[in-house]
């Protein structure tokens, strides 16, 4: 069946609550108060009278624009044509739903979906592991922390007294520290992330904000949680004003240093929260800003 992404995410939604509200039982678990079971034991009963509840906000996990409000509605009105749901109003014949019932069809279809996002997060765990395996011997961290600061060093050593009569040796010099130093950045940041290795669960919830974050983009979702999601793809941008040309590098591990919150941690060249960061890199290495030369 041709499913739009917004149907993909209604269905997998609906699904999540039905499988939530089906599981709710006859007698109050254990750790819930009386109130907060007869509230869970009314949305039950209100289920299996009527649907899932109408709530866009719970299904897309975000607060809905008027326009994400009146797409998905439409789209809601499609899947009903295509015999993957019914709308129902509890109160009374109206156009508009109170509730939302899947049909054995539409249930299929959902069930199939999560299937699928089970085996990509498999497959994904399973690549993780195998490359966390395949660096048991990871370099050493102390000693390529040496090396930079060596490097640091000999760039301080060389811009505290610049003669311009020798700017065009300095230039080929400090271009090649500089390049030596984003080297061995590099395989610090690799270092540091073979060093602490996320749990299993972890890197699953990490994978899951992926694939919805994603999911968002595609149904054309533009804010912050989206553009992080797309973010942690791309490892940097270099832009060079002189030539007028640019670089994209694409961060295939997708992953900097892991912690518990962050299992796959942040890129060295994450942007500051809300805005782009911005470095800024002269023409050749690491000289100075010089004028009147």
């Known amino acids: 069946m041709n499913?739009?992404?917004?149907m993909r995410t209604l269905l997998t939604?609906?699904?999540d609550e039905m499988r939530r509200l089906e599981a709710i039982g006859d007698s109050p678990p254990p750790g819930i108060d009386h109130e907060q079971w007869r509230a869970l034991w009314q949305e039950r009963r209100e289920y299996e009278a009527c649907g899932v509840r109408h709530d866009l906000d719970r299904w897309l996990g975000y607060p809905p624009t008027r326009s994400d409000s009146a797409v998905?509605?439409?789209?809601?009105?499609?899947?009903?044509?295509?015999g993957l749901l019914v709308r129902v109003n509890r109160w009374g014949p109206s156009s508009r739903a109170t509730h939302v019932r899947l049909t054995p069809l539409g249930r299929a279809e959902a069930e199939r979906l999560v299937r699928e996002q089970e085996a990509a997060l498999a497959r994904f765990l399973a690549d993780a592991a195998a490359v966390l395996g395949d660096h048991a011997g990871a370099p050493d961290t102390a000693a390529l922390e040496r090396q930079l600061k060596?490097?640091?060093?000999?760039?301080?050593a060389i811009t505290a007294s610049i003669d311009p009569a020798n700017l065009p040796l300095?230039?080929?010099r400090l271009t090649q520290l500089r390049q030596r130093k984003e080297g061995l950045e590099r395989e610090l940041e690799m270092a540091l992330s073979l060093d602490a290795r996320p749990e299993e669960a972890a890197l699953r919830r990490w994978a899951r904000e992926r694939i919805e974050g994603l999911a968002d983009a595609m149904n054309g979702r533009r804010d912050?949680?989206?553009r992080d999601v797309l973010?942690?793809?791309?490892?940097?941008?270099?832009?060079t004003p002189s030539t007028k040309s640019g670089v994209l590098a694409v961060n295939t591990g997708a992953c900097g240093k892991p912690t518990t919150s962050n299992p796959c941690?942040?890129?060295?060249?994450?942007r500051p929260r809300e805005r782009s960061c911005v470095k800024v890199i002269a023409g050749a290495g690491f000289e100075p800003a010089t004028s009147g030369l």
């Open 3 to 6: 499913l739009t992404p917004n």
């Open 13 to 15: 939604a609906l699904l």
């Open 72 to 82: 998905f509605s439409r789209t809601l009105r499609q899947m009903e044509d295509m």
């Open 150 to 156: 060596e490097v640091d060093t000999t760039v301080k």
């Open 170 to 172: 300095l230039n080929e």
């Open 224 to 226: 912050a949680k989206v």
């Open 231 to 239: 973010a942690c793809y791309v490892e940097r941008i270099v832009v």
């Open 265 to 270: 941690g942040r890129k060295k060249n994450d």
